[in-house]
């Protein structure tokens, strides 16, 4: 691939590539998952980031290999090792999609009780304290 035009030896490793990728994003996905907190992963977000634009120019590239070059590479490297690896990365992704629910509920739920604790002080220290009566024996 080092000119504009690929070649046909470029299908096989760009197939490399993308399985490259696909392995980092669910090193990435996993890590996300063992986080004790949520803060921690935006470094992580971001690399996953970064890999899913080097998988669209991978997919880009890919789309236009095939266009001229007829063999069908999926079926040479192991479609369903591919399938396996795409659908571990969308387990672990829905389940920090349901962990980053259940933490904002958590959050929201927080200050609903924070906001009511706020407006009963309020309220509260709104009203006239009893005056103390001076009392003689």
């Known amino acids: 691939m080092a000119n504009d035009r690929l070649q046909h030896s470029d299908g096989m490793l760009l197939l ?3 399985r490259a990728l696909l392995r980092r ?3 990435l996905a996993q890590q996300q998952l063992a986080l004790s907190h949520l803060d921690d992963a935006l470094p992580l977000l971001e690399e996953k980031e970064d890999c899913l634009e080097d998988l669209q120019r991978i997919d880009s590239l ?3 290999w095939d266009q001229s070059f007829p063999t069908k590479l999926d ?3 192991e479609p369903q090792g591919l399938q396996r690896l795409l659908e571990k990365i969308s387990r672990a992704e829905q389940e920090f999609a349901r962990r980053v629910a259940q933490e904002r509920n958590v959050t929201i739920t927080e200050i609903k009780t924070l906001l009511q604790q706020l407006s009963y002080g ?8 009893p005056r103390r009566r ?3 024996f």
């Open 75 to 77: 079926e040479i490297l």
């Open 134 to 136: 001076k009392t003689i």
């Open 16 to 18: 490399q590539k993308k």
């Open 25 to 27: 994003w669910d090193v």
């Open 122 to 129: 309020a309220v509260k220290s709104n009203r006239p304290q």
């Open 62 to 64: 890919l789309n236009d």
